[in-house]
């Protein structure tokens, strides 16, 4: 504790209760290190979204200022602090071309990387014309920084608009067309993307596999996905905008949601920063009674399957699903699948 007493200066003559008052001032602006973010998630996917919700709520409650566009708000009235703008229209775009992404991996990639492209610009361009969102664009809100998913670079120009720095982050490991945009090196042969079905070069044939996917990444996304996106930007900005390469380069830093552990090591620049693993957990609700029953029954383990949100196991080939099943059925142990459908198939 700092006790001030009342005694005089006797180099200046001043009494120090003078300076009370400035002293009390001084520690209330020193501890008004509060800052006016805005995030942006806006990905229609539930996997995406919980990421950083904990970032959101654990900001608000450190007393910044956050504002996000999120396609699954948090909506818990104790966070006064955060205000979300609702997008979960966006899954409607989403939905309608999922089938056709799932289907695409297993029978055309291009076919299918194409139809996720013009999704992303369908409901980047509906995000980007909702009120809310036109509100903020040309509204007199300011922020002191953006974190932003790397994902749809229209959402760059916020950047920009709100003349601040920003950080990128990724929900997965950041693609290899990602790191090139931010300047950094990453070789297609020792480094497959993460998209691929392979993580080693064990054989020609998968290292020009990578090699070709490499070029098709760098040609849809870089190209083609950001000449859509620009403009985008000129109908909902303005046409004074940098382009959005410049603006994914001038990144501060970039958060991938992946685990050295888990992953195969690779170096990073410094300013690409691994976070897997590290972000704090909203505490689960208890499980049902039924769920708690075969848990407590499996005596030798049990195992959660679930494809996430986005793949509907409706969509997966018969053969798939037929295929997921014969391999289940070989293991000791209670299998749990979230399955999205009461028309479960035999194995």
């Known amino acids: 504790m700092i006790e001030i007493t009342s005694h005089v200066i006797s180099s200046r003559g001043y009494h120090v209760e003078m300076f009370v008052p400035f002293v009390v001032f001084w520690a209330l602006i020193s ?8 995030g942006i998630i806006p990905f229609p996917s539930y996997s995406h979204q919980i990421v950083f919700q904990p970032l959101w709520r654990e900001l608000s ?33 989403w939905r309608s071309v999922l089938a056709e992404v799932v289907e695409g991996t297993q029978n055309n990639f291009v076919k299918s990387v194409r139809a996720m492209t013009l999704a992303m610009q369908e409901f980047s361009r509906r995000q980007l014309a909702h009120p809310s969102v036109q509100g903020l664009i040309h509204g007199d809100a300011s922020f002191d920084l953006l974190i932003v998913e790397y994902f749809l670079p229209s959402m760059f120009a916020f950047a920009e608009r709100f003349r601040c720095p920003h950080i ?63 403009e985008l930007v000129e109908t909902s900005f303005g046409s004074n905008y940098s382009s959005l390469v410049e603006m994914a380069k001038n990144a501060s830093l970039l958060f991938t949601n992946s685990d050295p552990i888990l992953y195969k090591p690779k ?33 030798s383990g049990v195992i959660y399957f679930s494809l996430g949100t986005n793949v509907n196991t409706e969509n997966l080939p018969n053969e798939t699903r037929k295929a997921i099943l014969e391999a289940f059925a070989e293991l000791p142990y209670t299998v749990l699948w979230k399955f999205d459908s009461d028309d479960i198939p035999k194995a």
Do not use: W
């Open 31 to 38: 501890g008004g290190n509060c800052a006016r973010i805005l």
């Open 61 to 93: 409650l450190r007393g910044h200022q956050v504002t996000t566009l999120t396609t699954d708000p948090i909506n818990d009235a104790k966070l006064t602090n955060l205000t979300e703008i609702d997008l979960h229209f966006s899954y409607d775009a």
């Open 168 to 230: 990128g982050v990724s929900s997965v490991d950041v693609p290899s067309n990602v790191l090139r945009l931010i300047g950094h090196p990453i070789h297609p042969v020792v480094y497959p993307d993460y998209m691929l079905s392979f993580t080693d070069h064990s054989t020609l044939l998968k290292r020009l596999k990578s090699i070709a996917f490499s070029l098709y990444a760098e040609f849809e996304y870089n190209h083609y996905l950001y000449s859509l996106q620009q």
């Open 267 to 299: 170096p990073f620049l410094p300013n690409v920063i691994q976070i897997g693993g590290g972000s704090y957990r909203i505490p689960p609700a208890p499980l049902p009674n039924k769920l708690v029953g075969v848990l407590d029954a499996a005596s």
